[in-house]
């Protein structure tokens, strides 16, 4: 099923090597693009491109899939181009010419930002909550054995005096440090790239994400 397919075809062995392994990628991007449909979704809704009967249709099942993919049930079929084909053929499947709608106003290369974007960010979130875990646990030890001595050393030679607490410490703080850049990661991810075709999408979708600001590409 290739939504986007042109009036050529591609030679099977072309096909074949600059797929790769695509599907195996686009499923860590399942949640976040199913995400992207359902803001698409209420967009267009507010523009008139759905009944609110038809939206209320398409976020029920897109959220149906959602937990379809958090319980693990979730697949690409071997026919299917992509994730954005999967999700838009399984709510066809389901509802008919109501979830051919989706299609509307849309932008793979939008899509695929979208997905992107979402997907960083949620990873770089789990990061810093897992960076925090180990913040505290390295502050705790500093805690703890800070009247612990440990000889200090520069260039293999002892130097002053310190501690145990003191050496937790230290990486606590470094890690705090890289806490920086991630935040510096964050604010870029946390920016949606939009094309100039797509100003109606842009205006009323980007919303949902709770993106900071908007970049034209």
Not at 57 to 66: A, G, H, P, Q, S
Not at 102 to 125: C, P, T
Not at 176 to 186: G, K, N, S
Not at 192 to 214: A, M
Request: aromatic share 8%.
């Amino acid at each position: 099923m290739k939504l986007w397919q042109k009036d050529k075809t591609a030679l099977k062995e072309v096909e074949k090597f600059t797929v790769g392994k695509d599907n195996e990628l686009d499923i860590h991007l399942a949640p976040f693009d199913v995400l992207g449909s359902l803001a698409h979704t209420k967009m267009l809704e507010s523009v008139g491109l759905l009944t609110k009967e038809e939206c209320g249709l398409l976020v029920t099942e897109l959220k149906n899939i959602f937990l379809q993919i958090k319980n693990g049930g979730f697949s690409l079929n071997d026919e299917v181009e992509d994730i954005h084909s999967q999700v838009e053929m399984m709510l066809t499947q389901k509802l008919g010419d109501v979830g051919k709608k989706i299609h509307s106003a849309r932008s793979r290369n939008d899509q695929v930002l979208v997905d992107l974007k979402l997907y960083m960010r949620s990873e770089i979130e789990i990061l810093v909550g897992n960076a925090k875990t180990l913040f505290d646990l390295l502050i705790h030890q500093s805690n703890e054995y800070k009247t612990d001595l440990l000889p200090g050393y520069t260039h293999l030679q002892l130097a002053m005096p310190s501690s145990f607490g003191l050496w937790f410490g230290a990486y606590a703080e470094s890690l705090a440090d890289d806490l920086i850049t991630l935040q510096a990661a964050y604010k870029i991810v946390n920016k949606k790239s939009v094309r100039l075709c797509s100003r109606l999408w842009q205006f009323v979708s980007c919303k949902s994400y709770t993106y900071n600001t908007i970049t034209w590409i």
